[in-house]
């Protein structure tokens, strides 16, 4: 069973989140495609590389938008498209200007 990781965490909570779900998989490993940061933000889309106990072997792309304050990570949010992070984080113009071919 996937672990619930909607809510807000403490830093231990949210280290028992990460290694819940890291645990699901025989392995896991995260390529990052890029960082924007842009103010208090930081947008990283990366795909995510996974392997199950039986072998098979699953890609998914998706996008976490960090928000920094004083120097610590207020926010975290992972979103299923860029531009739909991009505009999340307030950088509408931005997510236009990539959806320009």
Known sequence: MYPDTRGV???DEA???LE???GLWESLWIEINEVVEIGD???VPHTMHVRGRDGIEAQARTT???TFRNGKMERGCLYQDKQE?????G???LAMSQERP
């Open 41 to 43: 933000h930081v947008v």
């Open 91 to 93: 950088l509408s113009e």
């Open 85 to 89: 992070a991009l505009k999340a984080a």
């Open 64 to 66: 976490w938008v960090f």
């Open 20 to 22: 819940r779900a890291v």
């Open 15 to 17: 280290g028992g989140v």
């Open 9 to 11: 965490f403490t830093v």
